[in-house]
């Protein structure tokens, strides 16, 4: 009997998971089943391109797994059963069931709204690529001198700005931060983002909190307004609400709470990687929901998984961070060098060549998703029937 492993979301990280352990693992002892909602794989690191009308790279989930032994099947994933070891799904061939021995979740996460007033009726995001297209074409109608606020001054708002900025220096684009601006940053760092938003005429407001979105302006905290014909809420994100539902140990945050290998704290035969994931990183921190953290929790996650099922060595993949990578629009960006636990430290790279490095970057990781068996060694066990049984049972500590 085939041992069945269920993936689901195939976004940076479940894609990465599926295709590593189509290569640790022969074919004819597991059945890889890959589910996603949307028929490709989208790269979330480039809504903000999507969004201001740049064109990405179809990239068919189909075509990327062909010949790797892990079936694609597209639909939408409605709810998990742990303890009955169930997915439900539905798509265009109605509702079905899908049974599984191991699942790995991964259905990363959308934008968070936070339930400030207003901000389902009138603000865009850009957190996936319903949301990117929808801005898009909002951003296409909006004539020169109208207003564009972006709230949030974390990674994603800044680089939502200066590429709004960028590509529509007709409009006038601002960013609403809830503290000072890139605030965590080198003072290199710090004083290039001045610099960039300067010079492409992004208004800073530092230090607000937006409390309401209308339809032409925001509110702050204290009353002031700041028109806005267009708002991108860029507060961070949030998981959806699937793995809540379940019986699985969620925080707070409704992200599975995992161990060090990925795996869930209350059910042995569930692993969740990505934004979904609760994991502890470098200096006891909860990972940052990004590819960054997200890559290396995928492989880690595959390779735990492959070593469980077939007796093997659990393995260890240093989860941790290198730098911080902004893009400020498409000339320009920033590499901000960290600590492995995400704090920055003076180095940073600013200009063209960041810009490029980011670009590289982003290939890279898309590379990485696309070719998912390319490049990896192939280390293909025996699954033995005693190691799958074992694999659903928590090791002693
Ligand atoms: C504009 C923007 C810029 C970013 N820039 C960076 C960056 O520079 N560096 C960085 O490290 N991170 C960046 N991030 C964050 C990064 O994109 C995410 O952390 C990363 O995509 C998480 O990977 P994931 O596999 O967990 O989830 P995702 O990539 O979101 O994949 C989830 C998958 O699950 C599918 N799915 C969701 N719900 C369902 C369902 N119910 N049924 C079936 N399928 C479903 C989705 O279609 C998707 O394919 C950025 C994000 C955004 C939005």
């Known amino acids: 009997m085939q041992h069945r492993i269920v993936v689901l979301g195939a976004g940076y990280t479940g894609a990465i998971t599926a295709g590593r352990l189509a290569k640790r693992l022969r074919r004819e002892d597991v059945a890889i089943t890959l589910v996603n909602a949307e028929p ?7 809504m903000h391109q999507l969004a201001t009308g740049q064109r990405l790279r179809p990239r068919p989930l189909g075509e990327m797994f062909a010949g790797t032994g892990v079936e694609v099947r597209i639909a939408k994933v409605t709810g998990v059963d742990a303890d009955r070891r169930t997915v439900s799904v539905t798509g265009a061939d109605g509702d079905g069931e899908l049974a599984y021995d191991t699942l790995v979740y991964a259905l990363g996460s959308g934008w968070n709204p936070q339930g400030v ?32 606020v972006v709230v949030g001054g974390g990674l994603t708002g800044l680089e939502a700005a200066a590429e709004i900025a960028e590509a529509r220096p007709d409009l006038d684009v ?3 931060a809830g503290d000072g601006l890139g605030d965590w940053l080198s003072p290199k760092g710090r004083e290039h983002l001045r610099k960039v938003f300067a010079r492409l ?28 014909d267009v708002t991108v809420w860029a507060t961070g994100f949030a998981v959806h609400p699937i793995a809540k539902a379940t019986t699985l140990e969620v925080a707070d945050t409704g992200q599975i709470v ?27 921190k909860p990972l940052r929901m990004s590819c960054a953290s997200g890559t290396p929790s995928a492989w880690q996650a595959a390779d735990a998984i492959a070593a469980r099922l077939t007796g093997g060595k659990l393995p260890n993949v240093p ?5 911080q990578c902004v893009s400020l629009g498409r000339r320009d960006g920033l590499i901000q060098v960290v600590t492995a636990d995400d704090r920055a430290v003076r180095a940073a790279l600013t200009g063209r060549f960041a810009a490029f490095y980011k670009e590289l970057v982003c290939k890279g990781a898309a590379w990485g998703v696309a070719n998912p068996t390319l490049g990896l060694p192939a280390r293909r066990r025996p699954v033995t029937h005693k190691q799958a049984a074992s694999s659903a049972v928590r090791e002693p500590a």
Do not use: C, K, W
């Not at 603000?123 to 951003?139: F, K, N, S, V």
């Not at 989860?319 to 730098?323: A, G, P, Q």
């Open 174 to 176: 601002a960013i609403a």
């Open 258 to 284: 995992v161990d060090g290998t990925l795996r869930s704290v209350s059910h042995p035969d569930v692993y969740a990687v990505g934004d979904a994931a609760m994991a502890m990183g470098p200096g006891n």
């Open 201 to 228: 005429g992004v208004t800073v407001h530092e230090h607000v909190t937006v409390a309401s979105v209308e339809a032409d302006r925001v509110v702050t905290a204290d009353g002031t307004a700041i028109p806005a």
């Open 40 to 46: 490709d794989f989208v790269e979330r690191v480039r």
């Open 319 to 323: 989860i941790r961070y290198f730098n």
């Open 117 to 148: 007033p207003g901000t389902a009726e009138h603000a865009y995001e850009i957190a996936g690529r319903p949301g990117a297209l929808r801005l898009r074409e909002r951003l296409a109608r909006l004539r020169a001198g109208q207003t564009v």
